[in-house]
């Protein structure tokens, strides 16, 4: 299973990331939803852990440009 962690924060976002790949998920992490957008376009994911308060575009609006 692929999972895109997108977080602002970078301890979060290692914090994350690492506990899932320890417990064998893929799991890839970027800090603001711009980044999030352009990492989906190329990439297909399984689930997407999203924060909503995020740079360039917030989760709700990323939200929307996915669906």
Do not use: H, T, W
Request: aromatic fraction near 4%; avoid cysteine.
């Amino acid at each position: 299973m692929k999972i895109l962690v997108v977080e602002d924060e970078e301890a979060i976002r290692n914090l994350i990331v690492i506990n899932l790949q320890m417990v064998g998920y893929e799991a890839i992490g970027v800090e603001d939803g711009l980044l999030a957008k352009d990492f989906l376009e190329k990439e297909s994911v399984d689930l997407i852990l999203l924060d909503v308060m995020i740079p360039g575009i917030d989760g709700f609006s990323l939200i929307e440009e996915i669906k």
